[in-house]
């Protein structure tokens, strides 16, 4: 599956509260998010529009990492 070419950091963001991530603060530009499904994670995306391709696959690698989840798994579940 392609990534998302026009995604922001905040539509992102929002996506990914179907993987239980909550945003646990902002420090200018850049969103903090934590999940406590398998264990702690926590993630930080920048608030960007939109979020280039390599920072984009870059966190979805880490999430897929973090929940036993192949790319493709994943991309199917967020989008």
Known sequence: MKLPRDLTGLQLVKNLELLG???TRQTGSH???TT???GE???TI???NP???GTLSALLNDIAQHFNLTRDEL???LF
């Open 41 to 43: 994670h926590h993630l």
């Open 51 to 53: 979020l280039k391709i």
């Open 46 to 48: 920048p608030a960007h």
């Open 36 to 38: 406590l499904q398998g």
């Open 31 to 33: 969103i903090r998010v």
């Open 75 to 77: 991309l199917s579940r």
């Open 21 to 23: 991530y909550l945003i």
